[in-house]
């Protein structure tokens, strides 16, 4: 009897994605727009995790989303996380969502991420695949 045997995908991922990455960046006293994550030509990022520390005790909203936009709200559509921190009362919150079920950008789009309020130090940390 001959047959094809055919292989089960056991990641929860989509057919073809990367291996999960993860980047680390602090911003320190600015409430610019930074490039987190900009994907491999013709990819698009998902995400697995996104979260938000601060070591100041200052509020900050701190922001993830996809695109170039000046702030989260330039397209809400785009909005990944945010989150207020403090030193003091919520020094990091995170989101975290299925691998494989989490928001994707769109294809070449990059991931920013801000604060509202120029702080001592907050820090992100964003964990994706590429697909």
Do not use: C, Q
């Not at 020094?91 to 604060?115: F, K, L, N, T, Y």
């Amino acid at each position: 009897m001959s047959g094809i045997i055919g292989l089960i995908n056991v990641s929860a991922a989509t057919v073809g994605a990367s291996e999960v990455t993860s980047k680390w960046y602090e911003n320190v006293s600015s409430t610019s727009r930074v490039t987190l994550i900009t994907p491999t030509s013709g990819k698009k990022v998902r995400i697995i995790s996104a979260e938000v520390l601060s070591t100041s005790s200052n509020l900050a909203a701190l922001e993830v989303y996809f695109g170039t936009g000046a702030n989260i709200t330039t397209t809400a559509a785009n909005a990944i996380y945010e989150a207020t921190t403090d030193a003091d009362h919520t020094p990091s919150s995170i989101g975290v969502w299925p691998d494989g079920g989490g928001p994707v950008g769109a294809v070449d789009e990059v991931v920013s991420i801000r604060a509202n309020a120029s702080v001592n130090s907050n820090r992100f940390i964003v964990h994706y695949r590429e697909e």
